[in-house]
């Protein structure tokens, strides 16, 4: 029973840390990644279908994306798709391909984006807690309910405790990467 509330915790932290992380990566730091067009989806064919299904993303550079085109039909759809996301990038046509500059980050970006994934983290570690807070419940009344002991409780607790611990100081690690991420360039 408490091994069970422990797993189904640990899992849902996961899914938090993965979901944070997720945010994380599409914040633009002005260096050229990949991962910045993963959340662009394609009107192809009559379905919305991600970018990097119908296409090949590479760095060509520091500061310049290139994006190989599967279907040539497809160049202005995808054009189009990068124009309407809101990642405020300026695709270029070059032949068949598409090359992507990505614009350094001013001051007053990077604090904005700090912002933000600050907010976010704040978010990520209000769930983790709400995960222990809903562990934490069942734990007692499992004792309520004289499943376990007092023992057991204060022992599923602290297991409880530690593992909040350590999933915060995961987005922790994660919040500070990013920062010095973003106030490197």
Do not use: W
Request: hydrophobic residues 35%.
């Amino acid at each position: 029973m408490i091994n069970d509330i422990y797993i189904k915790s640990n899992e849902k932290m996961k899914v938090c840390i993965n979901n944070f992380q997720i945010q994380v990566n599409n914040v633009r730091t002005g260096r050229a990644s990949p991962e910045l067009l993963n959340s662009i989806y394609v009107e192809y064919f009559g379905s919305k279908v991600p970018l990097r299904q119908i296409s090949n993303v590479v760095v060509e550079n520091y500061h310049t994306l290139k994006i190989n085109i599967f279907d040539d039909s497809s160049t202005s759809l995808i054009k189009k798709a990068i124009l309407n996301s809101n990642l405020d990038l300026n695709p270029i046509l070059y032949g068949k391909d598409i090359i992507v500059p990505i614009p350094g980050l001013t001051e007053e970006r990077r604090t904005h984006l700090i912002k933000v994934i600050r907010n976010n983290a704040e978010n990520a570690r209000i769930y983790i807690r709400n995960i222990r807070r809903d562990a934490n419940d069942k734990i007692k009344n499992y004792l309520k309910s004289k499943i376990i002991s007092e023992d057991n409780e204060h022992a599923a607790q602290n297991k409880i405790q530690t593992m909040t611990d350590d999933y915060i100081k995961k987005i922790d690690k994660i919040l500070s990467e990013k920062e010095k991420d973003l106030m490197k360039f």
